[in-house]
């Protein structure tokens, strides 16, 4: 009896280890084609090593030449904004300075200020004696106590009256009223070559002038 079950449990371990070797193993893997048919297929030649291909930089295109001008001087804001709306369809590019500039308002013939309004009360008297009715007494400011004789536009005549008053015994001078006021300038661009006037587009602005800057 024993030897019946030994025999048996024997049987059963090698047919056991049979089905194992012929059934348990996985299928080999079907590694797909490395090309697409019709394809060669692509060997690396033994010590030849992989080089990348080079970098051909870029070419940048070339610039636009432009040839840049200023346009003034505009006394006010107002009269510069108008002419850069009018120019600004016309240019590649375009901009405004301010500048603070001297202005000349004319030449002041005058009698130097007196110790007291009393004094220069005097002087005026006097001047009316002489026939001289023109002048005006200054009440106020850092003036006070002068005896104004006139505001010319030319100089000339500035210094013909100052040489009247003083052929009559009056120490009468003159001097130059200038005052710092802002001035505005339009700088613009075009291309080189174009033909471009700006006075198409601001007619009638002879008082301005146009002229060569380097470009911004």
């Known amino acids: 009896m024993f030897l019946r079950l030994l025999f048996l449990l024997l049987l059963a371990l090698n047919l056991g280890a049979g089905a194992w070797l012929l059934f348990g193993r996985a299928p080999a893997r079907v590694v797909p084609p490395a090309a697409d048919p019709g394809v060669p297929e692509l060997r690396l030649l033994s010590g030849q090593p992989v080089k ?39 240019v590649s590019r375009i901009q405004y300075r301010e500048e603070q500039v001297s202005q000349s308002h004319g030449f002041w013939v005058y009698l130097a200020a007196t ?22 007494v200054v009440t106020a400011g850092d003036a006070q106590n002068t005896i104004s004789l006139g505001l010319f536009d030319d100089e ?53 002038q146009a002229r060569p800057i380097d470009c911004f």
């Open 156 to 208: 000339s005549n500035a210094q013909n009256r100052v040489a009247k008053l003083q052929q009559l015994g009056f120490p009468a001078k003159v001097k130059q009223r200038v005052d710092t006021e802002p001035a505005y300038w339009v700088d613009y661009a075009v291309k080189t070559g174009a033909p471009f006037d700006w006075q198409a587009w601001l007619p009638g602005r002879s008082d301005l």
């Open 52 to 90: 990348a291909a080079a970098r051909v930089p870029s070419t940048p295109a070339p610039a636009v030449a432009e040839t840049c001008s200023t346009l003034g001087a505009f006394t006010t804001a107002v009269d510069m904004r108008t002419a850069m709306q009018a120019l600004s369809p016309h």
């Open 115 to 136: 110790a007291d309004r009393e004094a220069a009360l005097d002087e005026a008297r006097k001047l009316a004696g002489k026939g001289i009715n023109d002048y005006y």
